[in-house]
């Protein structure tokens, strides 16, 4: 019992990004089932996991907050936590999704995922306002505060809720704008630090992630946009996967799992939508890179987790 309370009380917000991770793996494979040979089980069983994973943290983690409120504070701190936090919130929305082919229309699910998503931008912006100066600057960290609304069309369009879709894919499009020049520009002139290189692969996500929604909207020509280009990144991503992972292992590299599942999303979705051979290729080569890597991911943090390792590596704030 005591371990079991040293560690909710330390519960990182790091092991969101994973479950969003996981949410996306499920998601992948189950609409792979709908376009390829695939096993809709696989899908089905992932996104259990998905769920139990993240309910089972998010409950640690709300029982921390109701404990110190102030811990929030504390936490917003680190631009890995404030990315964390917007991961849950994500992971919220998703969940929303998973539910949907077994009769479970659970709108309040992805309403508390929204409002969620607000309240750890609103923190974002006061955090970084607090900021020192001299640490002030743009991280990829960033497109998970204020660029996560656009994962609200996967579950919101098929809940009814297509205008509050569209403003959220709209809402998430300037902060994207921002956020990829100011990095990029960043980037050029500091260099990225050896532990930082595997939050590179974190710019994959939000261009996957435009291309589903544009496409689950309608809007073609946004969709194709997004899509070649997140093709494109991914393609320039895999041979720096050695230079990303230099400085070992790390919470950071929780930065590898959303971005490969986003991948696989928008695949599924360009294979259902017709782009022929380039599309189910994709979608067999994320399957075959996002499912080992993302499992793998997982249980090391799981590892670490059970042993307070992750709490400490993360910065964790306690209750």
């Known amino acids: 019992m005591q371990i079991r309370t040293a560690l909710w009380r330390r519960t990182p917000p790091a092991v969101f990004p994973v479950s969003l991770g996981l949410f996306g793996l499920g998601l992948g494979w189950r609409n ?6 695939v096993a809709h089980e696989i899908g089905d069983l992932l996104l259990a996991f998905a769920t139990a994973f993240f309910l089972y943290f998010f409950a640690f983690y709300l029982r921390k907050v109701i404990a110190r ?6 936490e917003v701190q680190s631009p890995p936590a404030r990315a964390g936090l917007s991961a849950a919130a994500m992971s919220m929305m998703l969940l929303a999704a998973a539910l949907l082919p077994f009769g479970l229309h659970v709108p309040a699910v992805w309403w508390t995922g929204v409002i969620l998503q607000i309240g750890a931008s609103g923190i974002g912006c006061y955090a970084i306002w607090r900021d020192p100066g001299e640490t002030r600057g743009f991280t990829t960290f960033q497109y998970l505060t ?3 609304p656009v994962v609200g069309p996967i579950a919101g369009i098929p809940l009814g809720h297509l205008w509050e879709s569209r403003v959220l894919t709209a809402a998430a499009l300037v902060p994207y704008v921002i956020i990829t020049l100011g990095f990029a520009l960043g980037a ?3 260099g990225l630090p050896v532990m930082l290189r595997p939050t590179l692969a974190i710019y994959l996500a939000p261009n996957c992630l435009f291309a589903t929604s544009f496409g689950l909207l309608n809007v073609d020509w946004a969709f194709h946009l997004f899509y070649w280009t997140s093709c494109a990144i991914a393609l320039a991503l895999v ?3 050695p230079w990303m992972m230099r400085g070992g292992w790390s919470p950071l590299w929780s930065a590898f799992t959303f971005p490969a599942t986003a991948f696989l999303l928008v695949q599924t979705l360009a294979v259902a939508k017709g ?3 380039p599309a189910v290729f994709g979608t067999y080569g994320a399957l075959a890179i996002a499912t080992p890597l993302v499992l793998l991911i997982t249980y090391r ?4 987790w059970v042993t307070g390792e992750l709490a400490d590596a ?3 704030a306690q209750a």
Not at 32 to 37: G, Q
Not at 301 to 304: E, G, N
Request: charged share 15%; hydrophobic share 55%.
């Open 301 to 304: 943090f799981i590892m670490t």
């Open 314 to 316: 993360s910065g964790a």
């Open 188 to 190: 050029l002139r500091r």
């Open 239 to 241: 041979p720096l996967g």
């Open 32 to 37: 792979a089932a709908d376009v390829l040979p």
């Open 146 to 148: 204020f660029v996560g």
């Open 69 to 74: 409120p102030s811990v929030l504070i504390d």
């Open 275 to 277: 782009l022929g051979a």
